[in-house]
């Protein structure tokens, strides 16, 4: 059962991410009336005064002072509501009774930014941004198509059509930079990316180097048939189900233990490998 205080939870991070909060939003996520949902930011208005202001076309959004604060929401709550519908109120405490995360420093990642890209994706558009990398540390403007957020184990990024590299990429959201602008309608969608909607089965084994029982333990783990695990993903996923699973496909590490299983089938992988 929701409370009132989940509900303002709710519209704080979508004021917060996606860069305003509408009456319909509360209606749509909690199937309450609209009048309840006008109540509920009326009454999020009086407890907490200065932060969310009604703006001229009707949704609400946070004062610029405030969004600087308004560090409880993490971006992984958001793209999990954003990606699944479901949305879990932060909890005050990270104590557990049978269990513990480790839980690894959040990238920073500018509100206004998803905001911008959100809106993009939703309505079809284009976008320009700032990015930089590893191989261009310098600051560099893209116009960028976006049509998927995706999730890695430790960071998120956003897929679409890159005007600067002339093809589909990935940009790590983290290094994205400025304040993003939504330009135009977009000519590049998701079905136009080939390696995104092409679907490649990888099969791991395990390393063949281990002896029989260090192989039988391997097995238990990964529930294998006949000595193998058959996972299917999309093209454009292939690089980071390999390194979840720990594996270089060039080489082998040095010792079984290290690396346990292999990719059987490189051959079937390679065109799709980063820097191939």
Same mark, same amino acid.
């Given at each position: ?19 305003? %909060? ?20 009326? &009454? ?44 879990? &109120?932060?909890?005050?405490?990270? #104590? ?5 995360? /480790?839980? &690894? ?9 998803? &905001? ?28 960028? #198509?976006? #049509? ?13 059509? /890159? ?10 959201? !983290?290094? /994205? ?33 281990? !002896? ?7 097995? #238990? ?16 996923? %292939? ?38």
């Amino acid at each position: 059962m929701h409370t009132p205080q989940t509900r303002y939870l709710f519209l704080e991070m979508l004021a917060l991410w996606q860069g305003y %909060v509408r009456n319909k939003d509360l209606v749509n996520q909690f199937v309450i009336s609209r009048q309840q949902a006008y109540q509920d930011i009326r &009454a999020y208005q009086k407890h907490y005064p200065g932060r969310l202001y009604r703006t001229s076309t009707g949704p609400y959004q946070f004062t610029p002072q405030f969004i600087e604060q308004a560090s409880k929401h993490s971006l992984e709550d958001y793209l999990h509501w954003l990606t699944t519908g479901q949305f879990y &109120a932060p909890k005050i405490s990270q #104590h557990a009774l049978f269990g513990e995360f /480790c839980v &690894a420093p959040q990238r920073y990642v500018a509100p206004r930014v998803i &905001a911008a890209l959100t809106e993009a994706i939703r309505q079809q558009k284009r976008v320009e941004l700032g990015y930089v990398s590893l191989s261009h540390p310098e600051w560099q403007g893209r116009i960028f #198509h976006p #049509h998927t957020f995706v999730k890695t184990s430790l960071r998120w990024h956003v897929r679409g059509y /890159c005007e600067k590299s002339q093809d589909y990429r990935d940009l790590v959201l !983290s290094r /994205c930079r400025g304040d993003a602008e939504v330009l135009d309608t977009s000519q590049y969608t998701q079905k136009d990316d080939y390696a995104w909607n092409t679907q490649v089965t990888l099969i791991f084994a395990p390393d063949p180097r281990l !002896s029989e029982a260090q192989k039988e333990v391997v097995s #238990h783990d990964y529930q294998l048939k006949n000595g193998q695990v058959q996972i299917s993903t999309r093209a454009a996923l %292939v690089n980071y189900l390999l390194k979840e699973m720990q594996i270089n496909p060039q080489y082998l590490e040095g010792t079984p233990e290290a690396q346990q299983v292999i990719l059987v089938n490189p051959d079937d992988v390679k065109p799709w490998l980063f820097g191939r």
